[in-house]
């Protein structure tokens, strides 16, 4: 019911910025919450940032808050996550999320999700 295709990875110096974006496709994109997730070589996928339909509840990891930024443009089917004074730690495979209802920082409860898009972050 909904396709999300990420872009925007690549490999950037610790310190530097990148953004990433999540495109949809669906007619319903912009009643549903949406969210990035991370997962590193040997880790869980963890939450990141979340953000609402209207935009109005943002939440992010404690590991990123403050350096990463997440946005939502409705009329133009994506969502975006700027992430500025990145870390090595930051290095992940990084996928969009989408469900119905209320922001969620629990990857389960995403019904929906893109392929992933590498970020690596060089020291």
């Known amino acids: 019911q909904v396709q999300l295709v990420e872009s925007g990875g690549g490999l950037v110096q610790a310190g530097g910025s990148l953004r990433l974006s999540c495109a949809a496709s669906?007619?319903?994109?912009?009643?549903?919450?949406m969210g990035w997730f991370r997962q590193a070589p040997g880790k869980e996928r963890e939450f990141v940032a979340g953000?609402?339909?209207?935009?109005?509840?943002?939440y992010y990891a404690d590991s990123v808050k403050g350096r990463f930024t997440i946005s939502r443009d409705n009329a133009k089917n994506t969502v975006y996550l700027q992430m500025n004074s990145l870390k090595p730690e930051d290095t992940a495979v990084y996928f969009c999320?989408?469900?119905?209802?209320?922001?969620?920082?629990?990857?389960?409860?995403?019904?929906?999700w893109g392929q992933g898009t590498q970020v690596t972050v060089s020291s």
């Open positions: 953000i609402s339909w209207s935009s109005r509840n943002v």
């Open positions: 999320a989408a469900k119905e209802g209320v922001v969620s920082t629990i990857a389960a409860e995403y019904g929906y």
């Open positions: 669906g007619r319903t994109f912009s009643t549903y919450a």
